[in-house]
């Protein structure tokens, strides 16, 4: 398959399912910085959010007409409002009935590389943090810009490039991808995505069993943790014991929850796929995570949470681009979100719609990916019931998968397959903070001032985390009157790109 997305220099890249396509150009050469996106804005000497109803996410009672204090990146007081005394000169927001949550994280993302895109709009959905799922040099740049306050954007975490088996699912496909044939390829490749800088190794699909202990071995004589895709010759339990942090997508863990698990192992270790024939990997192992999820056996399932929850293994579902894959009829073509999207991106997302995920697929296994829709919320369930760490994650940069955005929809499906909705907002604040090593994902004196103001309460509905007033980024106060300039600098941005003609040559 020969793929040209775009004539501007695709700098890396992948798609959804999980590397993310990237289209933005190389640093300096982006979209002119819209008015409100880039421009992070004096910080203010404080700020103070009086009269809140807060909730600290640590499953206490929400404490209501409370004052929560910010200076610099720190919350630096917090209590009954009587009590909190208001420095002149502070931003003050007016948090009579209003909620207070941590700010939100989203732990699977691939941003496209237009810093007028991505960041900004991580921000105003409340999305403080974010974790990139496939490194590449320009999300380095824009963590040094975020730093330097010359960009408005999230903290991030950002993984190496993807490091796959040999052939790799991304030959060609312009993804930044590493591809090792075998262990000391895999220990090299290692060595050099931790030179690079990356914080943590990202493991895929079609590594090898001795690559993928190489792999393992190699990040803890570095110090380097190591997550991603369970790869399909790895059982999950051995790969969770092997030190793997976190398994996105969740469908390799229910191979082995499976009464016919031997014969999916089987299948699976014979399993071969021609360099960068995603669509056709997607095809082969569709039938097993179909027979997977068929033979569901609680028994088998509650033996392996129990050995996930030992090594402290996180699930990342990622349910929301699930859905629009399994899906695909359920996503709207005029979803108002689509005026943040420059057309570059939303032909990319159209072509990775038909050429990757869709070509070949017939009315029966569009029949059976609604089923498996349907058994991945009672998975999720099963996992949160069994108490296996779950992380809210949605695979921004898949085709429809909104940034910061998406994660409302991932919250919201997240609650519907069975979590309660505190233990959601858990998954995408408290849980990613501790997974990350970061100092946030609470509401308390001494915690990284990362916040979101909501109009309505987020543990009466869930969908209530959409209704933001304002959000504090590292101390930076976005006003509700702010967000409304930035959502309309970033259409701005996104009507100014030229559209990219998207060309996908036969596959002969
Ligand atoms: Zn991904």
Redo the contacts with the bound molecule.
Sequence with gaps: MDITVSRRAVLGT?V?????LVVGAPAGAAAPAAAGTNAAGATPEAVAIVGCTVIDVTGGPPRQDMTVLARGDRITALGPSRGVRVPTGAAVVDGRGRYVIPGLTDM???SSGVDTLDPPLYVVNGVTTVRE??GYPTLHEWRQRVTDGTLLGPRSVIASPLIDGSPSLWTGLGAPYVEVADAAQARAAVRQVAADGADFVKVYSRLSRESFAAIADESARLGLEFAGHCPDDVPVTVAAEHGQRSF??VFTTWYATSRHEDEIRRELSRLTVEAGDYNGWLHRVHPLELAAARGYDPRRAARVFARLRAADAHQTP?LA?HRVLDLPGSVDQDDPRLRYIPAEVRAVWDFAMREIYLDGRTPREQAEHQELFGHRGRFVGALHRAGVPLLAGT?T??SYVYPGFSLHDELELLVRAGLPPLRALQAATRDPARFLGLGSGTVRQGAAADLVVLDADPLADIRNTRHIHAVVVRGQLITAERRDAILDAVAAAAGTATPVPVRAACRC
Excluded: I, K, P, R
């Design positions: 992948g959804g399912l999980s590397a993310g699977h993302v691939h799922m496939s996105e997508h990622t681009m695979d940069g898949t």
